[in-house]
């Protein structure tokens, strides 16, 4: 005989692993019913609106059972996997037959019949409880109105087919008023209790019929529209989900609420590329990614230092701009799964290899789909490298809840006037954007101009900073 304890039964939820996330996608299952799972044990990968996220399990047992296929969209707080951890608790156990056994009949009690659930009633003779009559608002007229009453439920006068016709009942009076009124109180439907006919039925069966209500011309459905048809060999249909829907909605949040302001300016970046090769060979940044996004970042830091104003956020419901004495600085990713922007926290306490460090670690994790939820969450300013695909500049979109977002554009070799001389200089063009609700054209101009400033003469990195 195998047995089984339901109660050891554990079910795993769908955890929420960002903030305020309703839902995620089941990527992959690393675990099948019958595998062997430790607490701590990684037992599948889900994406959310943030990022993919790898979920384990917190008990030891068995896998009983995987409630969804990979591909399912779950909603947070739904049972995902099901573990049996054997002997994790005193209960009693469920027997499972192996073969069918012969069922035992229990001994009926005398003067029961068994139905189909419990026991009938007992063969005996039952006493009926007398009906009461219910209060009338009109008092009998006469003292034999009971004995009619109930003679009227009891008796009838037999019809030509040998059928038991009743008598309405009603009170003498009522019949009274009928008689008078010539209303034949077997056409009245009454409304009294127990079926007793009043005297409103009787001068209700005498009133003007009331004129049929005319049945109310609703226009006609409108036919479903067809279902548009398309050529599969022509075109490709692809569900928008996880973090292309969140960024999507974000995106259109973000453009629709805060009054974006961008300014551009094209600057000559030849020193700051020379620095870039002199850092690659100075053993601090041995083993750390340098290039040039880490000096514009660096740029932006020191911008941001000098003009603290526009690290800053808007919040509509006080009606208050929110001043950031610290900068999460976000570095947009493209990935597979669509735009990421997680940020290095307290970026602006950095050194520069630090700053390398973290920008090699955020890189790396984003191109491996490994970003956390809570690596992509507190920004306050970003920067978006569009150059990588050789892009001169762009118009970005803040990201939602930050007041500044730069784009960098491709560094190309171009005429540049340089020392009174037209020569080949590398060149590249900068854009920023930034919330025009707290920051204006002034303060924006200062920051994108420091930023270009340092990028030409990367020596103010010293003095600045």
Not at 373 to 388: E, K, R
Request: a neutral charge; hydrophobic letters at 40%; glycine letters at 8%.
């Amino acid at each position: 005989m195998t047995t089984m304890t339901e109660a050891s039964v554990r079910e795993f939820k769908m955890p929420d692993v960002g903030e305020g996330l309703t839902e995620a996608e089941i990527l992959k299952w690393y675990v099948q019913p019958g595998d062997t799972v430790t607490d701590g044990q990684v037992v599948c990968e889900v994406e959310t609106a943030k990022a993919a996220v790898e979920l384990p399990i917190p008990y030891d047992g068995v896998v009983r059972e995987l409630r969804f296929p990979e591909g399912t969209t779950v909603d947070v707080g739904q049972v995902i996997i099901a573990v049996d951890v054997a002997g994790d608790a005193p209960v009693a156990e469920i027997p499972v037959p192996a073969q069918e056994a012969p069922v035992q009949e229990e001994p009926k009690p005398e003067g029961r019949k068994p139905v189909l659930v419990g026991y009938g009633v007992a063969e005996s003779s039952t006493k009926r409880r007398p009906r009461k009559s219910a209060p009338t608002s009109e008092p009998a007229a006469e003292g034999t109105y009971f004995a009619a009453t109930v003679l009227q439920g009891i008796q009838g006068e037999l019809n030509g087919h040998g059928a038991v016709k009743q008598r309405p009942l009603a009170k003498p009076p009522v019949r009274k008023l009928a008689k008078d009124l010539g209303v034949d109180l077997a056409t009245i439907t009454p409304s009294g209790p127990d079926g007793v006919i009043t005297r409103e039925d009787v001068h209700a069966a005498v009133a003007p019929p009331a004129p049929a209500p005319q049945p109310v011309q609703t226009p006609a459905a409108p036919a479903p529209a067809p279902v548009a048809a398309y050529d599969t060999a022509r075109e490709t249909r692809v569900p928008v989900k996880g973090v292309r829907k969140a960024t999507a909605a974000a995106m259109v949040g973000s453009a629709f609420t805060a009054p974006h302001v961008t300014e551009f300016v094209t600057v000559d970046v030849t020193r700051t590329m020379k620095l870039v090769e002199e850092l690659k060979q100075d053993k601090e940044f041995t083993g750390l990614r340098v290039n040039p996004l880490l000096l514009i970042a660096k740029a932006l830091l020191v911008a941001i230092k000098r003009n603290p104003d526009i690290n800053a956020s808007w919040d509509e419901a006080n009606q208050e701009i929110v001043l950031k004495h610290y900068v999460n600085l976000g570095i947009a990713a493209a990935t597979p799964r669509g735009l990421i922007v997680p940020n290095i926290k307290d970026a602006h306490a950095k050194t520069l290899p630090q700053l390398a460090g973290s920008l090699g670690e955020l890189v790396s994790t984003a191109r491996e789909g490994k970003t956390s939820p809570a690596a992509m969450q507190g920004g306050t300013v970003t920067i978006t490298n569009v150059g990588v695909f050789g892009v001169d500049t762009g118009t970005p979109i803040l990201n939602p809840g930050e007041s500044a977002i730069l784009a960098v554009g491709a560094i190309k070799l171009q005429p540049w006037v340089h020392k009174g001389k037209v020569k080949p200089r590398q060149v590249t063009t900068l854009a920023l954007s930034f919330d025009h609700r707290l920051v204006d054209g002034e303060l924006g101009s200062k920051v994108l101009a420091d930023v270009a400033a340092i990028l030409e003469q990367p020596k103010r990195l010293i003095t600045w900073a």
